[in-house]
C-alpha cells in the first residue's frame, strides 16, 4: 500500500513537472506565434464606446514592417472628417521607448510623443500609446513559472511581466495564454497605484499564409467604464513595403 501510494506521488509529480514552465518560456513561444510576417496591410475599424454605451466609429489603414531591431508602424485615418488625415508613426525599439509622431493635418505639423507622455489617451480612445507599441519580451522583466488556471471553461497559462521603462503607466500585467497555440487571450493592466485599470481582450485569431493575425481587439477601462474596439479586415501580409514606406516625410505626404 505504502510503494502504492509513494507511486502516485512520484507520478504527481512527474505531471507538474512536465506542466512547469517558466513565465518568460511562455512569452517568449507567444512571441514567436506572432512573427515571420515580414509586413502587412489593413483596413481598420475603431469603436470607441462611453460609460453610456454611445459608440462613434472611425476607419483607418494599418501598415506594418517587421524588423528584428523592432517593427514599425504607421496609421492613417480615413474618416470621419474631424480626424481624416490624422497620422501615426511608431518605431519600436527592444531596448528604450520607442519613438512616435502624431500627424495633425488642422496644424499641419508633427507632434513627437515623449517618454513621460505614452501613458496618455490615443486620440480619446481607451488605447494608451504605450498599448500601440508591438509586444516584445525584452521590454518586460518576467519572474517564476507561468500558472495552468481555467479561463472560461478553458486552461490557460497565467503569466506575470513587469514593463522595464520607468515612464510606463502600468506596474504590471498579467495574460492569459492558449497552451496549445500560445496565442494571447486576454490582458489585464495594473496602474501605478497597482489597481486594475484596463483589461485587452482578443479574438477572431486568423491565420493568413500560415502567420496568426488578430482579428479583434477591446480594450476595457474598469475606473471610467469605457471600452474602445479595435477591428482588422483585409489583411495582407509579405506585401513587400520597405523601410522607406515608414520615413517621417510620409506624415505629412497628402496621400491617404
Same mark, same amino acid.
Given at each position: 500500500?505504502?510503494?502504492?501510494?509513494? /507511486?502516485?506521488?512520484?507520478? *504527481?509529480?512527474?505531471?507538474?513537472?512536465?506542466?512547469?514552465?517558466?513565465?518568460?518560456?511562455?512569452?517568449?513561444?507567444?512571441?514567436?506565434?506572432?512573427?515571420? &510576417? $515580414?509586413?502587412?496591410?489593413? =483596413?481598420?475599424?475603431?469603436?470607441?464606446? @462611453? %460609460?453610456?454605451?454611445?459608440?462613434?466609429?472611425?476607419?483607418?489603414?494599418?501598415?506594418?514592417?517587421?524588423?528584428?531591431?523592432?517593427? $514599425?508602424?504607421?496609421?492613417?485615418?480615413? #474618416?470621419? %472628417?474631424?480626424? !481624416?488625415?490624422?497620422? &501615426?508613426?511608431?518605431?519600436?525599439?527592444?531596448? /528604450? +521607448?520607442?519613438?512616435?509622431?502624431?500627424?495633425?493635418?488642422?496644424?499641419?505639423?508633427?507632434?513627437?510623443?515623449?517618454? /513621460?507622455?505614452?501613458?496618455?489617451?490615443?486620440?480619446?480612445?481607451?488605447?494608451?500609446? =504605450?498599448?500601440?507599441?508591438?509586444?516584445?519580451?525584452?521590454?518586460?522583466? &518576467?519572474?517564476?513559472?507561468?500558472?495552468?488556471?481555467?479561463?472560461?471553461?478553458?486552461?490557460?497559462?497565467?503569466?506575470?511581466?513587469?514593463?522595464?521603462?520607468?515612464?510606463?503607466?502600468?506596474?504590471?500585467?498579467? #495574460?492569459?495564454?492558449?497552451? !496549445?497555440?500560445?496565442?494571447?487571450?486576454?490582458? +489585464?493592466?495594473?496602474?501605478?497605484?497597482?489597481?486594475?485599470?484596463?483589461?485587452?481582450? &482578443?479574438?477572431?485569431?486568423?491565420?493568413? #499564409?500560415?502567420?496568426?493575425?488578430?482579428?479583434?481587439?477591446?480594450?476595457? @477601462?474598469?475606473?471610467?467604464?469605457?471600452?474602445?474596439?479595435?477591428?482588422?479586415? @483585409?489583411? !495582407?501580409?509579405?506585401? *513587400?513595403?520597405?523601410?522607406?514606406?515608414?520615413?517621417?516625410?510620409?506624415? /505629412?505626404?497628402?496621400?491617404?
Amino acid at each position: 500500500m505504502f510503494f502504492m501510494v509513494k /507511486k502516485l506521488i512520484v507520478l *504527481g509529480m512527474l505531471s507538474i513537472n512536465v506542466l512547469a514552465i517558466s513565465n518568460l518560456d511562455v512569452a517568449k513561444k507567444s512571441e514567436a506565434a506572432m512573427s515571420g &510576417f $515580414k509586413d502587412s496591410s489593413s =483596413e481598420m475599424t475603431m469603436t470607441l464606446i @462611453n %460609460a453610456s454605451a454611445q459608440k462613434r466609429e472611425r476607419k483607418m489603414k494599418m501598415i506594418v514592417l517587421e524588423n528584428d531591431s523592432g517593427d $514599425k508602424s504607421l496609421m492613417t485615418f480615413l #474618416s470621419p %472628417a474631424d480626424v !481624416k488625415g490624422t497620422k &501615426f508613426l511608431n518605431y519600436e525599439h527592444v531596448n /528604450k +521607448d520607442d519613438d512616435q509622431w502624431l500627424y495633425l493635418p488642422a496644424l499641419k505639423r508633427v507632434k513627437r510623443i515623449a517618454s /513621460k507622455s505614452k501613458s496618455g489617451s490615443f486620440m480619446g480612445s481607451e488605447f494608451s500609446y =504605450e498599448d500601440l507599441s508591438s509586444f516584445s519580451i525584452d521590454k518586460f522583466i &518576467f519572474k517564476g513559472d507561468a500558472k495552468l488556471v481555467t479561463l472560461d471553461g478553458k486552461k490557460m497559462y497565467e503569466v506575470q511581466r513587469k514593463p522595464k521603462s520607468k515612464y510606463s503607466g502600468y506596474t504590471k500585467q498579467v #495574460s492569459w495564454v492558449d497552451p !496549445k497555440t500560445f496565442l494571447i487571450k486576454k490582458v +489585464d493592466y495594473y496602474d501605478r497605484k497597482h489597481e486594475l485599470l484596463k483589461t485587452a481582450l &482578443f479574438e477572431n485569431y486568423k491565420k493568413i #499564409s500560415g502567420v496568426w493575425r488578430v482579428g479583434k481587439m477591446t480594450m476595457i @477601462n474598469h475606473q471610467n467604464d469605457k471600452k474602445t474596439l479595435l477591428v482588422w479586415k @483585409n489583411e !495582407k501580409i509579405k506585401t *513587400g513595403l520597405k523601410p522607406r514606406d515608414f520615413h517621417k516625410r510620409v506624415l /505629412k505626404n497628402n496621400r491617404l
